[in-house]
């Protein structure tokens, strides 16, 4: 097992070795990039088409792990473990669970579209947000600085309790809030 | 004594003032007390006025140097409002005068408002007239002057109308006050102007300060200030063409026509142009003007009353013919002759319309004097008095018209033949409708239904002491020199011109003749002239028809240009409003497309927004850029 | 002055809306009670300050000032002066009577009176405020209350209520729309330091706003201000308004609120931009004339009770702007004076017509008739209202018109001598109205009507003591008003000096 | 600054190879306008709370690659993105119990039965 286990790291390790020789750590890690980003659009374009809301609820799910790895491809752990317990567990969870509640017919075409014209107008619109938000990342100006080293999760929980300590307790309450709105909203204030 | 009611003679229009407040706040319905407090109130003024007039004569104050107390009532800008008291041998007349006649009314209107439950508020209305005539009368400035004048104008107004549940007295009532207040609205800019011109309003100082202003700039804006203030006399002492609303004011009731619109308030005007005579008479064409307005309206009044039939009616007529006695003899420069007549006129109008309130009481309510008939068996005493002032207006010697008349005949005779004429021929029509009135009134036979009987005494008394004063005030005021002691420039020489006085004389003794004829005898059928002068005649009896021509001015400028420019109002102006509302309307309509209420389209709309101003903040990124080069 | 009086005229009304909130619907004696005795202890202590207002020192009296959002320079200033105080006055008294005049109203009493005395609080605030943004503050509070009170308690007649609701209120915020924006370029072209009117007025009298800039926001400040004062041609929200509105909601209206626009004119207008004042003055002169003559033409041919008062306080206001252009003391003087005394006659006239409504629910005036017969004090009500609006001396409208007249004939002979012909009118409406609603034959079907007795009294009696009061001895208002305009007269002198600048001599 | 008519084909390549911020931007951006498409085109409510949560997702990466890439003394932009999150949560959590409310109500969970809002 041991053996096993240092093998796989050995080449790993030598796999990093080789592709730096070979100059291109860049490209690797491009490749990781494409791959979680098309991961994270192509499971998105999937939430939007399905016909069934219940894959459409999957494939959302699908793009937020999508989204949680690429949290650590950014250097940020805590912030991808935050993703992947909270979208990726809790919401679609959540999800789903409204989903079985508000349906009782047929789970294949419960999600339905609008007409064409609407499609059309909502694509402008979308199109239109895209071009220009991209091309507002692209000519912006950005002096981009190296990546710097530390542990991500020590430094927000400095953050938090010292210079964040009040708008980390508002969320607390905030939470607190929409759970008992929540649970009035969902049983009714009479009922409860 | 006299002194204490110089230096109180502010008290004198108070007390009254005192009197209608208490009536009004307190004892309107108690007839009696309020009778009581208005007379009691008004005999102390009166008797104030006595010691004024006293002081007057015994200090002696004289025309040139009058008395003056003020008090500032309001101070604006540097503009002082003052209210106070001048009192010169005019005022001691005047006060003496309006006192006088309105403590007589008073008394007389005890017996006549007896059976009347709104009494008390009559008590409350004269006495209120009574103040607002003597702060008139007292007045020192044009703005007090003009003040009293609205006042007067006012209890006129709430007298004329004071039976306000008939119709015919509202709207008297609101015409008289209508009327006037057009003259008020020319009187009011003079006295503007005035105050712009000279800078004070005060009678004293601009009596001092207009000879050197006439000197420097002479008189062409003074003439006009002078022709705007006159038309307020035109208004309120009826002359033409404001005189409509005199004849109508007979709907008050009959002491209220005896003590207004006969004795005292219809001379403001008179007394207006007298108190100002030192402007007047220093502009020769405005004196003229008022010589032939005066002349006009005495002929012109004089034409009517000859065909009228109700009873006060002629007397309304007859008073505006003598008020524009009163005004010629300013017009022709005699003060003193238009003061004498105003005093003699008081008296004696009072006299005619008080024995008129008798008669038509004692006839209930019979105005029409061709229903009439025989009253002088019925009612001894008033055919008397009436009689007296009925030879008094007509100028018989030695009563007091003939005195207070034959001054302004002489005074128009120095100035102009026309107006001379004029004058003289009024003076014989005058005294044939006179005595169309008494013979047909009170001669002849009693008709079978006539219930009068002769009135009560508290009625008859007045009658009597101003049937006195109308024999003797032409005398007493001749023979003690009137001429000396009001005038105006040179002292008057006191005599009687004996051919002018003699013309007069025959012309009333010719009118009187034919009248008997005509009424008592019916020697000549009086229906007969009538149908021979035709269209004379019905011009005469419609008043010339001024009435109707004023409706149609009033409908025509007045209601139907009031309901263009409400049309206008209602159209144009508010439908410009309501056009940007509607196009609001519209427009919230195309934009309301974005908003249907779907949360989507709400969405969609937001992003656009959100992209256009993505959109426009590249531009201007992308501008910056291109200006700052390759900062970058 | 310890004793934060104007504070306390201010807040009361609120306190009292506040107390009224926390009583039941029912109970409804305790409602007005309150109300009432709010407005009252507000009367007293402005007649206080009247009384104990210092006419010889002249200036801003009984100050109050702390400092509120000191980044914007706002401060909660509030002081009187002599063309404020008399409009406290004007606006205590007319909001103690419409309290009385409100007296039956059943229904949602508690709403009404909660509303009441927010607006009353409101219109003080607009008038003891130093500082432009209390000042705007307090009008925005204003507008709600009048919307809200004429939807509930108006009546329909001639247009739906809805409509004038609607109509009125738009009216007031376009005005205070153009005024906003008005006072914000002024806030900032002065520097932006300071709210103040003090502050503001020095800087505009000392030449940090140049001309141009003077003329364009005047002219913001007199679209505001003159649809406030329902100048010719943004008056038609006025008759409509006032018809539909309950008497209380007419006479707070017609007798404070339209005031607020002369006295802005003349705080802000003048004080602050005498270079557009002096610019645009020739034609507010010329539109007050159309006013007088126009809005008292139009009156002539009215049918409902409210028009006409509608359209003679049109007609009115076109006095106080005349007054106001012709700039000089004694025409602003008479300006102001005029304000408060049509204030005075027409809540008078309100809340009288409010009683007939009250009892009969007629309004027109063909179908009323005789009413002396049955309700003499009603009668004695509406002739002093009457007769003061048709400028009877002893009553209080007499001085200032006079005050007026002899101030602008000078200036602007031609629209001076109109608007003077304008008594002729007002009498011609005014007597025709009273001829025909007072007098004439007894009509049985009014027998049963009471007369005025106990609360519908007081406002009468209130107001009449007054119109009278203020009336016969003129001195009372004017000296105050004049210690007020005193300190204008070197500015006002500067300024007639200067060319008039659009036409002139009209 | 890039002048997009020189761009050869090494400078796309370059481009293309070297991750950095500009791609993540384009990358939300992209997730971001889908979201915004699903949200304009679906019918369903919770469909259409879904697209929000692709939206939400989107800005959350933004703020981190912000952090990543930008000069920044401390990972404030994470801490945002876990606020944003937070936030989110909750949304999720009311939106579905209105949600379910509404269902319950109106027996549909239809956008287009659901215009209350319309004047």
């Known amino acids: ?192 | 004594m006299f002194d204490f009611a110089l230096t109180h003679a502010w008290l004198i229009p108070l007390l009254p003032a005192l009197a209608f407040l208490i009536i009004g706040l307190g004892t309107r319905r108690d007839k009696d007390a309020s009778a009581k407090i208005a007379i009691t109130f008004s005999g102390l003024s009166f008797l104030l006025a006595l010691g004024v007039l006293g002081a007057v004569i015994t200090r002696p104050i004289v025309m040139a140097d009058p008395f003056v107390m003020k008090t500032l009532w309001a101070k604006v800008g540097d503009i002082e409002l003052s209210m106070g008291v001048l009192v010169d041998p005019l005022t001691a007349m005047m006060l003496f005068v309006v006192t006088t006649v309105a403590l007589l009314v008073q008394i007389y209107s005890v017996g006549y408002m007896a059976h009347d439950p709104g009494a008390g508020r009559f008590f409350a209305f004269l006495s209120l007239f009574a103040a607002s005539m003597l702060g008139l009368v007292l007045s020192v400035n044009f703005m007090q002057m003009y003040a009293f004048w609205e006042l007067v104008g006012l209890c006129s107004y709430l007298l004329i109308g004071f039976y306000y549940y008939k119709d015919s007295a509202r709207e008297a009532a609101k015409k008289a006050f209508i009327t006037t207040r057009i003259g008020d609205f020319g009187m009011l800019l003079g006295i503007l102007l005035v105050q712009l011109t000279f800078g004070t309003m005060d009678f004293v100082e601009l009596k001092t300060l207009l000879p050197t202003y006439i000197w420097e700039t002479g008189g062409g804006i003074l003439t006009i200030i002078a022709l705007l203030l006159f038309i307020g006399p035109i208004g309120k002492s009826g002359q033409f063409p404001l005189h409509v609303w005199l004849p109508d004011a007979m709907e008050g009731p009959t002491p209220v026509s005896a003590l207004i619109h006969a004795a005292t308030m219809v001379v403001a005007g008179v007394y207006l142009v007298g108190r100002a005579y030192f402007l007047f008479s220093a502009l020769p064409v405005v004196l003229e003007v008022i010589a032939w307005v005066g002349g006009f309206t005495a002929f012109f009044a004089a034409t009517i009353a000859v065909t009228q039939r109700p009873f006060k009616r002629i007397l309304a007529y007859s008073t505006i013919s003598q008020l524009g006695y009163m005004m010629l003899a300013l017009g022709v420069g005699s003060l003193t002759a238009s003061m004498f007549h105003l005093m003699t006129h008081a008296f004696f109008k009072a006299l005619l319309f008080l024995c008129a309130g008798a008669v038509i009481e004692a006839m209930h309510e019979e105005a029409d004097i061709f229903k009439m008939g025989g009253l002088r068996e019925r009612m001894p005493v008033t055919f008397r008095c009436m009689a007296i002032g009925v030879l008094a207006i007509a100028g018989v010697p030695p009563l007091a018209g003939f005195f207070s008349k034959d001054a302004i005949l002489a005074a128009a005779a120095e100035v102009s033949l026309p107006l001379y004429l004029l004058a003289t021929a009024t003076a014989f029509l005058t005294a044939f409708y006179m005595a169309r009135l008494l013979f047909v009134a009170f001669f002849g036979e009693v008709k079978p239904d006539c219930p009068a009987q002769e009135t009560n005494a508290w009625m008859r008394w007045p009658l009597v002491i101003l049937a006195a004063l109308s024999v003797v005030s032409g005398a007493w005021g001749h023979f003690a020199g009137f001429g000396e002691w009001i005038f105006y420039g040179p002292v008057g020489e006191e005599h009687i011109d004996w051919l002018i006085a003699g013309t007069s004389v025959a012309l009333t003794a010719v009118a009187f003749y034919l009248a008997y004829e005509i009424y008592v005898m019916k020697r000549w059928s009086a229906y007969e002239i009538s149908r021979r002068l035709g269209v004379l005649y019905r011009l005469s009896y419609n008043k010339y028809y001024v009435d109707e021509f004023y409706t149609v001015i009033r409908n025509t400028f007045v209601d139907k240009l009031g309901a263009v420019l409400y049309w206008f109002d209602l159209h144009v102006v508010d439908g410009v409003v309501n056009g940007l509302a509607r196009f609001t309307g519209g427009l919230s309509g195309v934009l309301g497309l974005a908003e249907n209420g779907q949360v989507q389209r709400y969405v969609a709309v937001f992003y656009c927004g959100v992209i256009a101003l993505t959109a426009y903040s590249l531009l201007i990124a992308a501008m910056l850029l291109a200006v700052v080069g390759g900062a970058f | 002055m310890d004793f934060p009086l104007l504070s306390t005229v201010l807040l009361a009304p609120l306190a009292a809306a506040l107390a009224i909130c926390l009583l039941p619907r029912e109970s409804r004696d305790q409602i007005r009670m309150i109300a009432a005795g709010t407005m009252t202890l507000a009367t007293v202590l402005t007649l206080y300050a009247y009384a104990a207002y210092d006419t010889v020192e002249g200036g801003m009296q009984f100050t109050e000032e702390v400092p509120w959002i000191t980044d914007l320079g706002v401060t909660y200033a509030l002081g009187v002066d002599g063309i404020s105080l008399p409009m406290l006055l004007l606006t205590d008294v007319i909001g103690l009577a419409s309290v009385f005049s409100s007296w039956n109203i059943e229904k949602r009493t508690k709403d009404f009176f909660v509303l009441l005395m927010v607006l009353i609080a409101g219109v003080t605030g607009t008038f003891i405020a130093r500082d432009l943004f209390i000042f705007l503050l307090c009008y925005e509070v204003v507008v709600i209350p009048i919307y809200i009170m004429v939807l509930i308690w108006g009546s329909t007649k001639r247009v739906p209520k809805e409509y004038a609701g609607i109509k009125l209120t738009i009216f007031l915020l376009m005005g205070s729309a153009f005024m906003l924006v008005g006072v914000v370029s002024l806030y900032i072209a002065a520097g932006g330091d300071s709210f103040g009117m003090e502050a503001l007025a020095a800087a505009g009298q000392s030449g940090v706003l140049d001309e141009n800039f003077q003329i364009f926001a005047f002219l913001l400040l007199l679209l505001g201000f003159g649809s406030l004062l329902s100048m010719f041609p943004f008056h038609s929200w006025s008759p409509d308004g006032y018809a539909g509105a309950p008497s209380a909601v007419s006479m707070i209206h017609a007798g404070v609120l339209k005031k607020i626009g002369g006295y802005g004119l003349i705080r802000l207008g003048l004080l602050v931009l005498p270079l557009g004042a002096k610019f645009w003055a020739p034609l507010i002169a010329a539109l007050a004339m159309v006013n007088v003559l126009y809005a008292a033409y139009i009156a002539m041919v009215q049918k409902d009770l409210k028009y006409i008062i509608g359209y003679s306080s049109v007609s009115h206001m076109g006095y106080v702007l005349l007054g106001f252009a012709a700039l000089n003391a004694v025409s602003i003087t008479g300006a102001i004076a005029n304000m408060v005394a049509h204030g005075i006659m027409a809540s008078l006239f309100f809340s009288q017509i409010g009683y007939i409504y009250e009892r009969t629910h007629l309004r027109s005036v063909p179908e009323l008739a005789g009413l002396a017969h049955h309700l003499p004090r009603l009668t004695v009500g509406f002739m002093l209202a009457g007769l003061a609006s048709v400028g009877l001396p002893g009553l209080i409208e007499f001085v200032p018109e006079f005050t007026i007249f002899v101030g602008t004939l000078s200036v602007y002979p031609v629209c001076a001598f109109l608007a003077i012909a304008g008594i002729i009118f007002t009498a011609l409406y005014i007597l025709r109205m009273l001829a025909k609603v007072l007098f004439g034959p007894r009509v049985e079907r009014f027998a049963g009507v009471p007369d005025e007795q106990g609360a519908d009294l007081v406002p009468l009696l209130l107001l009449g003591v007054f119109l009278v009061g203020f009336g016969l001895f003129p001195e009372l208002l004017m000296g105050v008003i004049r210690s007020g305009v005193t300190p204008l007269e070197p500015l006002l002198a500067q300024l007639s000096a200067a060319p008039a600048m659009l036409g002139g001599g009209f | 600054m890039m002048d997009p008519f020189s761009l050869t084909f090494m400078d796309v390549f370059r481009f293309a190879t070297h991750i950095g911020l500009a791609h993540f931007l384009l990358l939300a951006a992209v997730l971001f306008a889908i979201g915004l498409f699903g949200l304009l085109t679906r019918r369903g409510l919770i469909p259409a709370l879904m697209c929000v949560e692709l939206m939400l997702n989107a800005v959350n990466l933004n703020l981190v690659a912000f952090n990543r890439y930008l000069p920044m003394p401390d990972l404030s932009g994470q801490l945002m993105a876990l606020f944003s999150i937070a936030v989110g949560a909750a949304e999720v959590a009311v939106g579905v119990a209105l949600a379910f409310r509404v269902y319950r109500d109106r027996a549909t969970v239809n956008l287009d039965d659901l215009d209350h809002l319309k004047g």
Request: charged letters at 10%; proline letters at 3%.
């Open chain 1, 1 to 192: 097992m041991n053996d096993l286990l240092s093998l796989v790291h050995s080449l790993v390790n030598g796999g990093m070795d080789m592709a730096v020789e070979m100059g291109a750590p860049d490209l690797i890690l491009a490749g990781i990039f494409y791959a979680l980003a098309g991961v994270a659009v192509l499971s998105a374009v999937g939430v939007v088409l399905c016909r069934n809301v219940v894959h459409s609820a999957l494939l959302l799910t699908a793009s937020f792990i999508g989204t949680g790895c690429l949290y650590i491809y950014l250097d940020a752990d805590f912030m991808g473990a935050v993703q992947f317990l909270v979208y990726g567990g809790a919401v679609a969870i959540l999800i789903v669970m409204a989903l079985m509640l508000t349906r009782r017919d047929d789970m294949d075409h419960s999600n339905p579209s609008r007409g064409l014209f609407h499609q059309v107008g909502a694509a402008v619109v979308a199109g239109g947000f895209l071009l220009t938000m991209g091309l507002a990342a692209l000519l912006s100006p950005f002096r981009e600085a190296p990546a710097s080293p530390g542990d991500s999760a020590a430094g927000l929980a400095d953050l938090m309790l010292t210079k964040y300590v009040l708008p980390f307790e508002v969320a607390a309450i905030l939470l607190l809030i929409a759970m008992i709105g929540a649970i009035i909203l969902a049983k009714g204030a009479d009922e409860a």
